[in-house]
């Protein structure tokens, strides 16, 4: 009798959907009890990589044919990498990504375990091997990312037909936020972390301002000092870096020389230490020399390695994170600040603009209008949406805003942390508010805004978020 309904729903659902055929097809699987597997690579243009065990899980890594010109869809496509994290297709679905590379391995973010749901996955486009060859870098913006979430979400609903919410942190968090910019009526819910929005690339104040006041004097100094130093004893470090370099085979085309790439990392010291580290780190002797100019060679370069790494604009350092490097010079923006604590005569080269890590062959040109139309929209048109930033965060200083014509939108800062801030680290009523609207927009609200609490236990494999330790220029 239960097969005998079960068969009676199914076709009332399939007759209903003839105009939708994954839909169709999603509703016959659930009737005959299809693998989630086999129903995934039902998909058109969906095919598998592997498929990894997980307790409790089905863990799938996948590619997904993708037009390389979603505006020309005809003229070729690449094969993206995407994984899915199933749980059960009743449940919420959490699309993240990270702006950059997919993990292949099983993880949970935050909001996944809030709503205890299913998460995808996706690899930003032009990051290996979700590169199309030829590469035709005018395709990589914005809008063609946003392009390659809608038509992934679209493929997968008819299977997860449960609410859906975008998420990511630092440039996922700023992939988040055009997804939803660009496709307001895919999600449900987004949930940015530690997302910077430079609005206006030549007006980069706010970060000087934050460098003024972050932290503790104490700690200032003493970074500023090892900073100082650095650059003091350049000569006899670069000797250093030019036999580290020598040692492992790296080479410094890209940026243009050794010297480049020194002050580079150099620069990158103090901004990286707050991007990373929390104010209780600058009591670390063994990070921070606490006495810079009596303070050996060896204790100098460790410090800034261990902080900066001296292998981030090395060609083979970079060579992974071009695309980003290649946004940030066409759309995004990158900061630049000053160093009023270093006499003139020390810095060479200052902040260096994205564009001096791109190859020479890679053409670029900079579009300023694209980060102000992300902006206004999100001030006036954003929509359950919640920003979490760091209040020791450097790329917190420029931040996304919602204004009045935002609906049911929030922007949260937890106190001391860094660019691993998440809902967790707010304070308790935030915290508490943050989950609960979360689990609304989820479809699966809490008893009460007082009660919101993750649907799924902390586990500490799935859980951990990893904070990128790749240069400071870098969100």
Same mark, same amino acid.
């Given at each position: 009798?239960?097969?005998?309904?079960?068969?009676?729903?199914?076709?009332?659902?399939?007759?209903g959907t003839l105009s939708t055929t994954g839909a169709a097809t999603a509703a016959q699987s659930e009737a005959t009890g299809t693998d989630i597997k086999d129903r995934l690579l039902s998909i058109p243009?969906?095919?598998?990589?592997?498929?990894?065990?997980?307790?409790?899980?089905?863990?799938?890594?996948?590619?997904?044919?993708?037009?390389?010109?979603?505006?020309?869809?005809?003229k070729g496509t690449f094969q993206q990498r995407i994984t899915v994290l199933h749980k059960d297709v009743s449940r919420p679905t959490v699309f993240y990504t990270s702006g950059y590379n997919v993990s292949?391995?099983?993880?949970?973010?935050?909001?996944?375990?809030?709503?205890?749901?299913?998460?995808?996955?996706?690899?930003?486009?032009?990051?290996?091997?979700?590169?199309?060859?030829?590469?035709?870098?005018?395709?990589?913006?914005?809008?063609?990312?946003?392009?390659?979430?809608?038509?992934?979400?679209?493929?997968?609903?008819?299977?997860?037909?449960?609410?859906?919410?975008?998420?990511?942190?630092?440039?996922?968090?700023?992939?988040?936020?055009?997804?939803?910019?660009?496709?307001?009526?895919?999600?449900?819910?987004?949930?940015?972390?530690?997302?910077?929005?430079?609005?206006?690339?030549?007006?980069?104040?706010?970060?000087?301002?934050?460098?003024?006041?972050?932290?503790?004097?104490?700690?200032?100094?003493?970074?500023?000092?090892?900073?100082?130093?650095?650059?003091?004893?350049?000569?006899?470090?670069?000797?250093?870096?030019?036999?580290?370099?020598?040692?492992?085979?790296?080479?410094?085309?890209?940026?243009?020389?050794?010297?480049?790439?020194?002050?580079?990392?150099?620069?990158?010291?103090?901004?990286?230490?707050?991007?990373?580290?929390?104010?209780?780190?600058?009591?670390?002797?063994?990070?921070?020399?606490?006495?810079?100019?009596?303070?050996?060679?060896?204790?100098?370069?460790?410090?800034?390695?261990?902080?900066?790494?001296?292998?981030?604009?090395?060609?083979?350092?970079?060579?992974?994170?071009?695309?980003?490097?290649?946004?940030?010079?066409?759309?995004?923006?990158?900061?630049?600040?000053?160093?009023?604590?270093?006499?003139?005569?020390?810095?060479?080269?200052?902040?260096?603009?994205?564009?001096?890590? *791109? /190859?020479?062959?890679?053409?670029?040109?900079?579009? !300023?209008? $694209?980060?102000? &139309?992300?902006?206004?929209? #999100? %001030?006036?048109?954003?929509?359950?949406?919640?920003y979490v930033y760091g209040q020791n965060d450097p790329w917190g200083s420029e931040r996304f805003r919602v204004d009045k014509g935002a609906k049911d939108s929030y922007v949260l800062t937890a106190p001391?942390?860094?660019?691993?801030?998440?809902?967790?680290?707010?304070?308790?009523?935030?915290?508490?508010?943050?989950?609960?609207?979360?689990?609304?927009?989820?479809? *699966? /609200?809490?008893?009460?805004?007082?009660?919101?609490? !993750?649907? $799924?236990?902390? &586990?500490?494999?799935?859980? #951990? %978020?990893?904070?990128?330790?790749?240069?400071?220029?870098?969100?």
């Open positions: 009798m239960r097969k005998a309904l079960r068969w009676l729903l199914a076709l009332a659902v399939l007759i243009g969906m095919s598998m990589i592997e498929e990894k065990p997980y307790p409790g899980y089905r863990f799938f890594v996948l590619n997904y044919t993708q037009p390389v010109d979603h505006r020309h869809p005809s292949t391995n099983a993880s949970r973010r935050e909001p996944t375990q809030i709503v205890d749901g299913n998460q995808v996955s996706m690899e930003y486009r032009f990051f290996t091997p979700s590169r199309p060859a030829p590469a035709d870098w005018s395709k990589l913006d914005i809008w063609q990312a946003a392009s390659d979430q809608h038509r992934i979400f679209q493929a997968l609903k008819p299977i997860y037909s449960a609410n859906w919410i975008a998420t990511g942190g630092s440039k996922g968090g700023m992939t988040a936020t055009y997804y939803e910019r660009f496709y307001p009526r895919d999600m449900n819910g987004t949930v940015a972390y530690v997302a910077p929005n430079d609005v206006v690339n030549s007006e980069d104040s706010a970060y000087d301002r934050f460098f003024t006041k972050v932290g503790t004097k104490q700690c200032r100094d003493r970074l500023n000092a090892v900073q100082r130093e650095a650059l003091v004893r350049r000569e006899p470090l670069e000797k250093k870096y030019a036999a580290y370099a020598a040692d492992n085979g790296y080479t410094f085309t890209t940026v243009g020389s050794l010297d480049k790439a020194y002050e580079a990392v150099v620069l990158d010291y103090v901004w990286g230490f707050w991007q990373y580290n929390l104010l209780a780190n600058c009591g670390d002797d063994s990070l921070i020399p606490p006495d810079a100019q009596r303070a050996s060679d060896d204790q100098i370069w460790n410090s800034i390695d261990t902080i900066s790494g001296f292998s981030a604009y090395a060609d083979q350092g970079l060579e992974p994170y071009t695309p980003y490097y290649y946004q940030a010079a066409t759309q995004l923006g990158a900061p630049t600040i000053h160093f009023p604590s270093i006499e003139k005569r020390y810095v060479r080269y200052g902040y260096q603009p994205p564009r001096n890590f *791109v /190859p020479r062959e890679i053409p670029t040109r900079f579009q !300023p209008w $694209a980060m102000r &139309d992300v902006d206004n929209w #999100v %001030r006036h048109d954003a929509r359950h949406t919640l001391g942390m860094n660019h691993g801030a998440n809902v967790a680290g707010l304070v308790a009523d935030e915290k508490t508010f943050a989950t609960a609207r979360i689990l609304q927009w989820a479809g *699966v /609200p809490a008893v009460s805004t007082a009660q919101a609490k !993750p649907l $799924a236990r902390f &586990d500490a494999a799935l859980d #951990v %978020r990893d904070v990128d330790r790749e240069p400071a220029l870098r969100p």
